[in-house]
């Protein structure tokens, strides 16, 4: 009943961020880039019916020919980009830890509409969610999908799972007598029952996939932000007991042993993965493991690490420690040929300040046109949504961003976005 009342807030208090949409056949690109061949096509015509792409032609457009519903764009088109870890019912800010205690449901809920608005302007039309309060992101999702709100197709998790004092136990930090023993409910596991229990609870709320804190964190209220925090058989058991429900598994993980537990018990993917070597790039390889590496996030949490009072004492040197780290580490996953999906962690970086993401990717080496696929079709691979999203071709929601100059020369033109369309419907348009 708590998730209902926090839809019915949703749909009463945020009508105001609904968009307007605009109904269009074709859209005329001057300039369209091919993700997958890395080419930049001149004078591309689209034609877009029903959510759809009908086709993709070569043709030149005459101003006067008023016969077709044609909107024309003079920058260069791409497709809808995705980020891969998000947190769109948080922002992250000074004094915030005390913000748990004083936020209701429906305060992550308004948060989560916000914060969707925002990152569906900044050009991201798909993101992964793994991690939020209250199921908050599922009501978010479910809104979006009706129309009612702006904002990106959601994947999320739901409620993250850790175990107890772990990452994701929501109630570290507070003293004793509020502290209780939270269960599979709640996200906290202690043995593979719980872990069965923790993920087909989290089916039953309507997750798409599942979230564990492989190792502890950068931000949590503890000590430890690498040491592994789940055993192979507690692993295994949620990885099992997803893939018979359909999802995959998210792993949080900053240490290595952490990640290579996770990896060996066929996690998808691993967030953050700071402490990572050559045997970890070669056991993802082998397990086909993606990795998301969300440098934003950490070159975000060092920076305020060094302001006084920012963050609890506990934290700030673990975000003075870790944050760093993650750069570097990206760039050597990337000469390794690790697998590589798009992800900031926004929630602890602002959200609307994705691209960011896209230059310190580019600083760390790797080509342009590889941060451009992170996020469109490495990112539909990992979703498994390759047939409907990633690329601009006939068959394929139109999901197109649009930016002013030619973003595999100035990597910076994705922070600056001139048009969005999803799924056929234009939802920001600055000619």
Not at 80 to 86: A, C, K, N, Q, T
Not at 318 to 347: E, H, R, Y
Not at 348 to 376: D, Q
């Amino acid at each position: 009943m708590k998730l209902f009342k926090s839809t019915i807030f949703l749909f009463l208090l945020i009508l105001i961020s609904s968009p307007a949409f605009t109904a269009t056949s074709y859209l005329h690109c001057k300039t369209l880039l091919d993700v997958k061949s890395g080419e930049l096509l001149k004078d591309r015509l689209i034609q877009i019916e029903n959510s759809r792409i009908i086709n993709v032609s070569h043709s030149s457009v005459d101003s006067s020919d008023n016969s077709k519903d044609i909107i024309s764009v003079s920058g260069t088109c791409l497709p809808g980009l995705m980020d891969m870890h998000v947190h769109l019912d948080g922002q992250l800010s000074k004094n915030g830890y005390i913000k748990r205690f004083q936020s209701n449901e429906a305060d992550y809920a308004l948060r989560a509409a916000k914060h969707a608005k925002i990152t569906l302007m900044a050009g991201f039309t798909t993101v992964r969610n793994p991690g939020d309060n209250y199921n908050s992101t599922i009501a978010l999702r479910k809104a979006i999908n009706r129309g009612d709100l702006a904002g990106p197709r959601i994947f999320t998790s739901g409620k993250s799972l850790a175990t107890t004092g772990g990452h994701a136990d929501p109630s570290n930090g507070s003293r004793t007598d509020l502290m209780g023993d939270p269960g599979p409910m709640e996200g906290v596991i202690n043995s593979p029952d719980d872990a069965r229990k923790a993920v087909r609870q989290r089916y039953k709320d309507g997750a798409d996939f599942i979230k564990i804190t492989a190792t502890g964190g950068v931000l949590s209220l503890a000590k430890n932000g690498q040491n592994p925090q789940f055993n192979a058989a507690e692993l295994e058991a949620v990885v099992a007991t997803a893939n018979d429900y359909g999802m995959h598994v998210a792993a949080h993980a900053h240490g290595k042993e952490g990640m290579r537990r996770a990896i060996i018990a066929g996690v998808r993917s691993i967030e953050h993965g700071t402490y990572m070597d050559d045997e970890i790039f070669q056991l993802m390889k082998q397990h086909k493991t993606w990795y998301v590496p969300t440098i934003i996030a950490g070159n975000f949490v060092a920076e305020k690490a060094r302001e006084a009072d920012y963050f609890p004492a506990v934290v700030r040197p673990k975000a003075a420690t870790i944050g760093p780290i993650i750069k570097a580490t990206f760039a050597n996953a990337w000469k390794a040929g690790v697998a590589i999906a798009f992800g900031t962690d926004s929630g602890v970086s602002p959200h609307g300040e994705n691209a960011t993401e896209f230059v310190y990717m580019v600083e760390a080496g790797m080509p342009a046109i590889e941060a451009i696929r992170s996020a469109t079709i490495n990112s539909a691979l990992l979703l498994g949504m390759e047939e409907e999203i990633g690329s601009i071709e006939a068959g394929k929601l139109a999901d197109i961003i649009v930016v002013a100059g030619n973003p595999l020369k100035d990597i910076k033109q994705l922070q600056n976005i001139k048009l969005v369309m999803k799924a056929g419907r234009i939802f920001k348009h600055n000619p």
